[in-house]
């Protein structure tokens, strides 16, 4: 690292992302003598962009302070250069949720993190494309998300994950199921009605760590899990039983459980006039009809020796 570009979202981390981003600046230029620049979001898609022109202002290192729609706009601005061109990644979680930082076993609390990055070791990890936009951690298709989505700043800053919970289980009983078709890399469709679709590429979702402990981080494949409408509760009970979701093809009267590198989804009866829209990695991404496709070890990233 001899060039290091800083974002850090300053409504992020209780408002401390700016000392966060001072601190590991200062660690950067003292262990690794990398010239290094901050600088400071503003506006959606700034950390996007940067990462875009990050190539051309002659960075080989972009390290981020956020939470998972940082670490997304950052991945997606990346994804934009040629593979072999491509600055290292890194980021400091200060997000609610922290999925990715979860799934790494990252420390949770950012000084710790820091002060990890004076050891490092650089990793390849998969992205996920769907239709013109990219994820790292998980798309989620639903009621269930759509609430998440809706999760106003002042309910996160004050509850944290619990403001999750809240509008994810008063979603799961009064929202209306949608009725998909799943197609796999097979060909194979599965027609079914859900409020809670996901695809992930970790092991940690909505903040449960190793809910899919079989999820690799290089493998290029992706876990696709949809709760079926017609015996919510039943699901429930035996997520709780089993003790986490089914990590091998599952078809059975509550659960659908894929693991593939490509997967489709369309709407075939929409019983709302709303457009149906996914969530990636938190944020509002495409409309229905999705296309999605994992590109195997598509970001170099680096990441502290003691995760």
């Given at each position: 690292m001899e060039k290091i570009l800083v974002i850090a979202n300053p409504g992020s981390g209780k408002g401390?992302?700016?000392?966060?981003?001072?601190?590991?600046?200062?660690?950067?230029?003292?262990?690794?003598?990398?010239?290094v620049e901050i600088r400071l979001t503003q506006t959606l898609n700034d950390a996007k962009i940067w990462a875009q022109h990050s190539l051309q202002d002659n960075f080989d290192t972009v390290i981020c302070l956020g939470g998972d729609g940082t670490v997304n706009e950052v991945i997606s601005g990346l994804m934009t250069l040629e593979e072999l061109e491509r600055p290292k990644f890194s980021f400091i979680p200060l997000g609610t949720v922290n999925d990715l930082a979860r799934a790494l076993e990252y420390p949770l609390i950012a000084n710790q993190t820091i002060e990890c990055f004076r050891n490092l070791e650089e990793m390849q990890v998969d992205v996920a494309k769907v239709n013109d936009h990219y994820f790292i951690n998980v798309l989620a298709l639903g009621s269930i998300p759509t609430a998440v989505l809706q999760t106003e700043s002042q309910q996160?800053?004050?509850?944290?994950?619990?403001?999750?919970?809240?509008?994810?289980?008063?979603?799961?009983?009064?929202?209306?199921?949608?009725?998909?078709?799943?197609?796999?890399?097979?060909?194979?469709?599965?027609?079914?009605?859900?409020?809670?679709?996901?695809?992930?590429?970790?092991?940690?979702?909505?903040?449960?760590?190793?809910?899919?402990?079989?999820?690799?981080?290089?493998?290029?494949?992706?876990?696709?899990?949809?709760?079926?409408?017609?015996?919510?509760?039943?699901?429930?009970?035996?997520?709780?039983?089993?003790?986490?979701?089914?990590?091998?093809?599952?078809?059975?009267?509550?659960?659908?459980?894929?693991?593939?590198?490509?997967?489709?989804?369309?709407?075939?009866?929409v019983k709302s006039k709303d457009e149906l829209v996914a969530n990636i990695d938190g944020d509002q991404g495409p409309s229905l009809p999705l296309k999605v496709e994992i590109i195997q070890k598509a970001i170099s990233m680096l990441v502290p020796k003691e995760s």
């Open positions: 401390l992302a700016e000392v966060h981003a001072l601190s590991l600046k200062d660690l950067l230029e003292e262990n690794y003598q990398a010239k996160k800053n004050r509850f944290g994950i619990l403001a999750y919970i809240m509008n994810g289980f008063k979603a799961f009983f009064e929202g209306y199921p949608q009725a998909l078709r799943i197609t796999d890399e097979n060909q194979t469709s599965y027609d079914l009605e859900t409020n809670l679709l996901l695809i992930a590429l970790t092991s940690s979702v909505g903040g449960v760590e190793n809910l899919l402990p079989e999820a690799k981080f290089d493998d290029g494949q992706a876990f696709l899990i949809a709760l079926k409408n017609s015996m919510a509760i039943s699901s429930i009970q035996t997520l709780i039983q089993d003790q986490g979701l089914p990590t091998s093809y599952t078809n059975n009267d509550y659960i659908l459980v894929l693991r593939g590198k490509q997967f489709t989804v369309e709407a075939i009866n």
